[in-house]
T-cell receptor
Framework: DAGVIQSPRHEVTEMGQEVTLRCKPISGHNSLFWYRQTMMRGLELLIYFNNNVPIDDSGMPEDRFSAKMPNASFSTLKIQPSEPRDSAVYFC???????????FGPGTRLLVL | AQSVTQLGSHVSVSEGALVLLRCNYSSSVPPYLFWYVQYPNQGLQLLLKYTSAATLVKGINGFEAEFKKSETSFHLTKPSAHMSDAAEYFCAVSEGDDKIIFGKGTRLHILP
C-alpha cells in the first residue's frame, strides 16, 4: 500500500498565478479530505468528498478555491488566482469507513510570492 | 457537537521521563478517539485509535492512551521519553460520520 500520494511536494509561485494540487487516495477508501495547515490557524478542513461527491465545502476560504474529484482515485485542489496569504501546507487525507480513520499524505508546501 | 481540548500547546519532558499529553473531548454519542503525531515537515501519522473495545489502547512507538468516559478524557502516555518523540501530537474525535475533529495540537519537546 503506497499510502496517500500528493503532488507536487513543494510549489513556489507568484501572486495571481493558478495553482493545482493533486491527490491520489488509498485504494478502497471512500472519503477524501483536503486540509490546510498554517502556524497561525493550525489545521483547517477545507472540503471533503464521499464517493466522489462533495459533502462539506464550508471550510473553503473563498471562490478562488475549488476542488474536484472526478473519480475514486484522483482529486485536485485549485487556487486561482493565488495570493500570498494562501501560503501554507496543504494535506490530503483519505478515510476508510467505520471507524472513520483518516490517513494523511505528506502534504504540499505552497509558497505564494 | 463534538469537540476536543488539548491542555498545553507545549510540553517539555526530560529524556527518559514519563510523557503525558492531555486530551478532553465532548461528544453526544459514544465517540471514536484518535491520536496522531506529526514530525517536522511530514504529514499526520496515526498513533492509535479507540473504537469502543478495550479502554486502554496501545499504539506505535510505545505510546498508549486510556479512554475514561467519566472524565471524558483520552490522555496519551509513554513511560520513557526518547529524543525521537519530539513532534506535534493531535488528539481527535469522531461521532462515526466521515469527519474527524482535531484538537489544536501539543508540541512535545524532549530535554537531554
Amino acid at each position: 500500500d503506497a499510502g496517500v500520494i500528493q503532488s507536487p511536494r513543494h510549489e513556489v509561485t507568484e501572486m495571481g498565478q493558478e495553482v493545482t494540487l493533486r491527490c491520489k487516495p488509498i485504494s478502497g477508501h471512500n472519503s477524501l479530505f483536503w486540509y490546510r495547515q498554517t502556524m497561525m490557524r493550525g489545521l483547517e478542513l477545507l472540503i471533503y468528498f464521499n464517493n466522489n461527491v462533495p459533502i462539506d465545502d464550508s471550510g473553503m476560504p473563498e471562490d478562488r478555491f475549488s476542488a474536484k474529484m472526478p473519480n475514486a482515485s484522483f482529486s485536485t485542489l485549485k487556487i486561482q488566482p493565488s495570493e500570498p496569504r494562501d501560503s501554507a501546507v496543504y494535506f490530503c487525507a483519505s478515510s476508510s469507513p467505520v471507524p472513520p480513520t483518516q490517513y494523511f499524505g505528506p502534504g504540499t508546501r505552497l509558497l505564494v510570492l | 457537537a463534538q469537540s476536543v481540548t488539548q491542555l498545553g500547546s507545549h510540553v517539555s519532558v526530560s529524556e527518559g521521563a514519563l510523557v503525558l499529553l492531555r486530551c478532553n473531548y465532548s461528544s453526544s454519542v459514544p465517540p471514536y478517539l484518535f491520536w496522531y503525531v506529526q514530525y517536522p515537515n511530514q504529514g499526520l501519522q496515526l498513533l492509535l485509535k479507540y473504537t469502543s473495545a478495550a479502554t486502554l489502547v496501545k499504539g506505535i512507538n510505545g505510546f498508549e492512551a486510556e479512554f475514561k468516559k467519566s472524565e471524558t478524557s483520552f490522555h496519551l502516555t509513554k513511560p520513557s521519553a526518547h529524543m525521537s518523540d519530539a513532534a506535534e501530537y493531535f488528539c481527535a474525535v469522531s461521532e462515526g460520520d466521515d469527519k474527524i475533529i482535531f484538537g489544536k495540537g501539543t508540541r512535545l519537546h524532549i530535554l537531554p
